[in-house]
């Protein structure tokens, strides 16, 4: 028997009538996160994290162990009975220290001690600096290796659940389940960060590091680069396009295929079409508006960059989309699912729009940022991930506490997924062909309009 | 019963499309976005060939390229300070250290100190800087002297920058007689290619000998450098370039890019110069907007003789702390279809990269490694290079 998640299981209740736990929880995630902010990543701040590479690999593994205790592991050891009678508050405070400290010891224990004093120097700080690389850089590049480990993780781990729905381990117990999903997926981000990244740091040390990897790498003439910038696109759209198939898309229309495992395969290598799809898009939508990018220039001109800003792109869209989840219940469920999905995704585009511009526009004016697109220190990805790992520790660690709180036995009875029905029928088929083409026709449509729109909503 | 049929053939029929509606569209997203078919909706790029001038030739004397003496010490401060975003005014560092340590200063509490001093009594000054500093022996700076002949032989000097450290700018300026031209008023005008401390800090030596003179910097100064410039002593115009393209005189211009750079320095201008019957010739303090995105930018813009990239002088800002990223590796490879005839690099290019063009056959004019420059890979200090 299949257990379902602690996060599908539980309900949660409204605290207060009206729009109030609305504007109460944004305000105060706004505030968590202006104030974490300050704390552990502003350049003015106290701990001044943004270095950038040390802050950005802080977020991104926080992001990846919070996917592992709510989704692999299930918040064991915790039990149903501590989550469920514990005060949100202390939940939120002993989960999220729980989370620091799992990256602390994965950080010190695995990468820079394990792989780094024994197997791969750049995972080890102390070992570049001690064959001569600056001490600034040594940390900057030894983070860079390890948050792009992350950028794996935070895919395939949630992958390995939402498509793959934690097969074959599925109706094990925990920590049964969570060690064998656990396992997978660590082994398999090893394996994907040594044929998408590892030639990129082979190159980033003189000589290129020739027989210990790939160079130039394999994707350079393809990406018209030799940066591991390119394998970034893809793969934030992954773990983007994961979360847009768990939360507003209700893992359709994979859902509709009854064999188990073939929705499991055509979700997972689906997500990663879909992924790609996407970031080719952002890709040309850039050269679109920007002209075709020129190698060996560098930021916003450099193929490097376009291919790291299609990841940043979409992360401006997984923002709006996970607030629309937690905070607005999906914001559409009044009309078919599938117009509920379109206007989900019509709504969360539009606001991710809304959101790149208002970052752009105002963002270096209360982050301790710079202005501009393209400033090679410069991340949108951080504030954005740890904005997004505010609204984790609040909805899936605090139960949406102040504005929500979980449901007492009872107090809320829960609707069962309706069935997806399995019998295409041939207006179904019809309807789809003429989908696809009008599809196609909204593909050109955005294409042809965008030069336009970038001229409209030029930023600087 | 037909009307429930009706229904669901609706209902299905919706369903379809829309399912349809998303596959169509990501499809072509997959298909078309990087196929070669792209390029049919890809704006054209026209050449303007704006005809800026042309000169006989261009001498460039190399001041200093030592912005500091030992990387180490600098990202030292880079890091304890919190990163390469932290602003450079509070840093600590000469000449604005007010004696409260790393990352602790501010324009107003540094300046307080000196102000008094500037420009006239500069070693009184340096001597209080060193004393409230952060690493104040760490500090060089650049500049360079650029000589241009007119078509009619006129020859006009012009200075690119003015360094970091009182002390060791004033030895230089003295070094290369640049003290002199300035106090006979041989010299036009001072260019700041940007605001960054290496290379704008070191303005009251300037002044010490040219109060007068023009000083031209590049739109997005932030207030406290635009305050400097006053508290420096300067007295004479200054002229804001915007961003683009900027005539100086003929054969020479500036285009300014509107560049965010590290330690929260925004915009940058660089030079070119058109040199009769050789081509275009980029002058840089650093170059942050990047050398291809510049020469790019150029041949966009600019008509220059024989169509021709011929040389470049300056910092190419790649690796100006040894460090090193596989994008840098992109701009060497990229470099070859510039087809560059000389190539005078030094300062924020780094040795590494240096090393890099040596070995990928880029023509990089070697120095002679006098005056503390550390290689003779590239253009030392008091080094020169002639274009034309």
Same mark, same amino acid.
């Given at each position: #028997?299949?257990?379902?998640?602690?996060?599908?299981?539980?309900?949660?209740?409204?605290?207060?009538?009206?729009?109030?736990?609305?504007?109460?929880?944004?305000?105060?995630?706004?505030?968590?996160?202006?104030?974490?902010?300050?704390?552990?990543?502003?350049?003015?701040?106290?701990?001044?994290?943004?270095?950038?590479?040390?802050?950005?690999?802080?977020?991104?593994?926080?992001?990846?162990?919070?996917?592992?205790?709510?989704?692999? @592991?299930? @918040?064991?050891?915790?039990?149903?009975?501590?989550?469920?009678?514990?005060?949100?508050?202390?939940?939120?405070?002993?989960?999220?220290?729980?989370?620091?400290?799992?990256?602390?010891?994965?950080?010190?224990?695995?990468?820079?001690?394990? $792989?780094?004093?024994?197997?791969?120097?750049?995972?080890?700080?102390?070992?570049?600096? !001690?064959?001569?690389?600056?001490?600034?850089?040594?940390?900057?590049?030894?983070?860079?290796?390890?948050? *792009?480990?992350?950028?794996?993780?935070?895919?395939?781990?949630?992958?390995?659940?939402?498509?793959?729905?934690?097969?074959?381990?599925?109706?094990?117990?925990?920590?049964?389940?969570?060690?064998?999903? @656990?396992?997978?997926?660590?082994?398999?981000?090893?394996?994907?960060?040594?044929?998408?990244?590892?030639?990129?740091?082979?190159?980033?040390?003189?000589?290129?590091?020739?027989?210990?990897?790939?160079?130039?790498?394999?994707?350079?003439?393809?990406?018209?680069?030799?940066?591991?910038?390119?394998?970034?696109?893809?793969?934030?759209?992954?773990?983007?396009?994961?979360?847009?198939?768990?939360?507003?898309?209700?893992?359709?229309?994979?859902? *509709?295929?009854?064999?188990?495992?073939?929705?499991? *395969?055509?979700?997972?290598?689906?997500?990663?079409?879909?992924?790609?799809? $996407?970031?080719?898009?952002?890709?040309?939508?850039?050269?679109?508006?920007?002209?075709?990018?020129?190698?060996?220039?560098?930021?916003?001109?450099?193929?490097?960059?376009?291919?790291?800003?299609?990841?940043? &792109?979409?992360?401006?869209?997984?923002?709006?989309?996970?607030?629309?989840?937690?905070?607005?219940?999906?914001?559409?469920?009044?009309?078919?699912?599938?117009?509920?999905?379109?206007?989900?995704?019509?709504?969360?585009?539009?606001?991710?729009?809304?959101?790149?511009?208002?970052?752009?526009?105002?963002?270096?004016?209360?982050?301790?940022?710079?202005?501009?697109?393209?400033?090679?220190?410069?991340?949108? #990805?951080?504030?954005?991930?740890?904005?997004?790992?505010?609204?984790?520790?609040?909805?899936?660690? &605090?139960?949406?506490?102040?504005?929500?709180? $979980?449901?007492?036995?009872?107090?809320?009875?829960?609707?069962?997924?309706?069935?997806?029905?399995?019998?295409?029928?041939?207006?179904?088929?019809?309807?789809?062909?003429?989908?696809?083409?009008?599809?196609?026709?909204?593909?050109?449509?955005?294409?042809?309009?965008?030069?336009? *729109?970038? !001229?409209?909503?030029?930023?600087? | 019963?037909?009307?429930?049929?009706?229904?669901?053939?609706?209902?299905?029929?919706?369903?379809?499309?829309?399912?349809?509606?998303?596959?169509?569209?990501?499809?072509?997203?997959?298909?078309?976005?990087?196929?070669?078919?792209?390029?049919?909706?890809?704006?054209?790029?026209?050449?303007?060939?704006?005809?800026?001038?042309?000169?006989?030739?261009?001498?460039?004397?190399?001041?200093?390229?030592?912005? %500091?003496?030992? +990387?180490?010490?600098?990202?030292?401060?880079?890091?304890?300070?919190?990163?390469?975003?932290?602003?450079?005014?509070?840093?600590?560092?000469?000449?604005?250290?007010?004696?409260?340590?790393?990352?602790?200063?501010?324009?107003?509490?540094?300046?307080?100190?000196?102000?008094?001093?500037?420009?006239?009594?500069?070693?009184?000054? %340096?001597?209080?800087?060193?004393?409230?500093?952060? +690493?104040?022996?760490?500090?060089?700076?650049?500049?360079?002297?650029?000589?241009?002949?007119?078509?009619?032989?006129?020859?006009?000097?012009?200075?690119?920058?003015?360094? %970091?450290?009182? /002390?060791?700018?004033?030895?230089?300026?003295?070094?290369?007689?640049?003290?002199?031209?300035?106090?006979?008023?041989?010299?036009?005008?001072?260019?700041?290619?940007?605001?960054?401390?290496?290379?704008?800090?070191?303005?009251?030596?300037?002044?010490?000998?040219?109060?007068?003179?023009?000083?031209?910097?590049?739109?997005?100064?932030?207030?406290?450098?635009?305050?400097?410039?006053? /508290?420096?002593?300067?007295?004479?115009?200054?002229?804001?370039?915007?961003?683009?393209?900027?005539?100086?005189?003929?054969?020479?211009?500036?285009?300014?890019?509107?560049?965010?750079?590290?330690?929260?320095?925004?915009?940058?201008?660089?030079?070119?110069?058109?040199?009769?019957?050789?081509?275009?010739?980029?002058?840089?303090?650093?170059?942050?907007?990047?050398?291809?995105?510049?020469?790019?930018?150029?041949?966009?813009?600019?008509?220059?003789?024989?169509?021709?990239?011929?040389?470049?002088?300056?910092?190419?800002?790649?690796?100006?702390?040894?460090? %090193? /990223?596989?994008?840098? /590796?992109?701009?060497?490879?990229?470099?070859?279809?510039?087809?560059?005839?000389?190539?005078?690099?030094?300062?924020?290019?780094?040795?590494?990269?240096?090393?890099?063009?040596?070995?990928?056959?880029?023509?990089?004019?070697?120095?002679?490694?006098?005056?503390?420059?550390?290689?003779?890979?590239?253009?030392?200090?008091?080094?020169?290079?002639?274009?034309?």
């Amino acid at each position: #028997m299949e257990t379902p998640l602690y996060l599908e299981e539980r309900s949660l209740v409204k605290r207060f009538s009206g729009p109030w736990p609305l504007i109460i929880n944004t305000l105060f995630i706004m505030a968590l996160f202006y104030a974490s902010w300050w704390i552990f990543q502003d350049p003015r701040g106290i701990m001044r994290m943004y270095t950038p590479f040390v802050g950005y690999m802080w977020c991104r593994w926080l992001l990846v162990v919070m996917i592992w205790i709510a989704y692999i @592991f299930d @918040f064991w050891p915790f039990s149903r009975s501590w989550l469920n009678n514990t005060h949100p508050v202390l939940k939120g405070v002993l989960l999220t220290t729980l989370t620091v400290a799992v990256f602390a010891i994965v950080l010190k224990v695995f990468f820079e001690t394990i $792989l780094g004093d024994y197997a791969i120097a750049y995972f080890s700080p102390e070992r570049l600096t !001690k064959e001569g690389i600056v001490e600034f850089y040594a940390l900057e590049y030894s983070a860079q290796a390890i948050l *792009m480990f992350a950028a794996i993780a935070s895919w395939l781990s949630p992958a390995w659940v939402v498509a793959m729905e934690g097969a074959p381990w599925e109706k094990l117990p925990q920590p049964i389940k969570g060690f064998s999903i @656990f396992i997978l997926t660590f082994f398999l981000s090893v394996i994907f960060y040594f044929v998408f990244y590892h030639s990129n740091m082979g190159i980033l040390f003189d000589p290129w590091q020739k027989f210990a990897a790939v160079t130039p790498p394999w994707w350079e003439n393809f990406a018209g680069t030799v940066h591991g910038n390119f394998n970034i696109a893809w793969i934030m759209c992954c773990t983007v396009i994961v979360w847009m198939h768990e939360t507003i898309w209700e893992r359709y229309p994979f859902s *509709m295929i009854q064999t188990p495992w073939i929705r499991r *395969m055509a979700s997972f290598f689906g997500i990663i079409a879909i992924a790609i799809a $996407l970031s080719f898009f952002l890709y040309f939508a850039q050269e679109l508006i920007w002209g075709e990018a020129i190698r060996g220039t560098r930021r916003d001109a450099a193929p490097d960059w376009r291919w790291l800003h299609v990841g940043e &792109m979409a992360i401006f869209w997984l923002l709006p989309t996970l607030y629309m989840h937690f905070y607005l219940k999906n914001g559409f469920n009044g009309y078919s699912k599938t117009i509920n999905i379109l206007l989900r995704t019509v709504v969360s585009v539009v606001a991710a729009i809304v959101l790149y511009y208002v970052y752009y526009k105002t963002s270096h004016l209360f982050l301790g940022t710079q202005k501009g697109f393209s400033h090679p220190q410069q991340f949108p #990805m951080i504030p954005l991930i740890w904005f997004i790992n505010v609204m984790l520790i609040n909805y899936w660690f &605090m139960d949406g506490w102040p504005g929500w709180r $979980l449901a007492a036995a009872g107090e809320v009875v829960k609707a069962h997924p309706v069935h997806e029905k399995t019998v295409l029928t041939a207006s179904f088929y019809r309807g789809a062909l003429g989908g696809t083409i009008g599809g196609i026709a909204v593909y050109f449509a955005v294409i042809y309009f965008l030069p336009y *729109m970038g !001229k409209v909503l030029t930023i600087f | 019963m037909s009307t429930e049929n009706e229904n669901v053939k609706r209902r299905d029929f919706l369903k379809g499309a829309v399912t349809g509606l998303g596959f169509g569209t990501l499809a072509t997203m997959g298909v078309f976005s990087y196929s070669p078919m792209r390029s049919f909706f890809l704006p054209e790029v026209e050449r303007k060939m704006t005809d800026f001038g042309t000169c006989k030739s261009i001498k460039i004397t190399n001041i200093s390229e030592t912005s %500091w003496f030992d +990387n180490a010490t600098l990202m030292g401060d880079m890091k304890g300070a919190g990163g390469l975003l932290v602003n450079q005014y509070v840093y600590n560092w000469p000449p604005f250290g007010d004696g409260t340590g790393l990352a602790k200063g501010s324009y107003e509490k540094g300046i307080a100190k000196i102000k008094h001093l500037l420009p006239n009594k500069l070693e009184e000054a %340096w001597k209080i800087v060193e004393a409230n500093s952060v +690493n104040p022996q760490n500090a060089g700076g650049f500049a360079a002297l650029i000589e241009i002949e007119r078509l009619d032989g006129v020859k006009k000097k012009y200075l690119l920058d003015s360094g %970091w450290s009182y /002390d060791w700018m004033d030895k230089s300026f003295q070094r290369e007689g640049i003290d002199k031209m300035l106090a006979n008023g041989e010299i036009e005008a001072l260019i700041l290619s940007h605001e960054h401390f290496d290379h704008f800090f070191g303005l009251p030596v300037t002044m010490k000998y040219a109060p007068n003179i023009k000083i031209i910097i590049p739109e997005g100064f932030y207030k406290e450098g635009l305050q400097y410039i006053k /508290d420096s002593g300067h007295k004479g115009e200054l002229m804001v370039h915007k961003t683009g393209k900027n005539d100086i005189e003929p054969g020479l211009c500036a285009i300014v890019f509107d560049v965010p750079i590290i330690c929260r320095v925004f915009g940058e201008q660089s030079l070119f110069a058109n040199v009769q019957g050789k081509g275009l010739v980029s002058i840089s303090g650093c170059c942050h907007q990047g050398i291809i995105q510049f020469i790019s930018t150029a041949k966009k813009e600019l008509k220059y003789d024989n169509d021709q990239m011929y040389g470049m002088y300056g910092g190419l800002h790649i690796s100006p702390f040894d460090d %090193w /990223d596989p994008k840098y /590796d992109d701009l060497v490879i990229g470099l070859k279809k510039w087809d560059f005839k000389s190539i005078g690099c030094n300062h924020c290019t780094g040795l590494l990269t240096a090393r890099k063009f040596v070995a990928a056959g880029y023509p990089v004019v070697q120095g002679t490694a006098r005056n503390r420059s550390k290689s003779k890979v590239y253009l030392g200090n008091g080094d020169t290079i002639t274009f034309g």
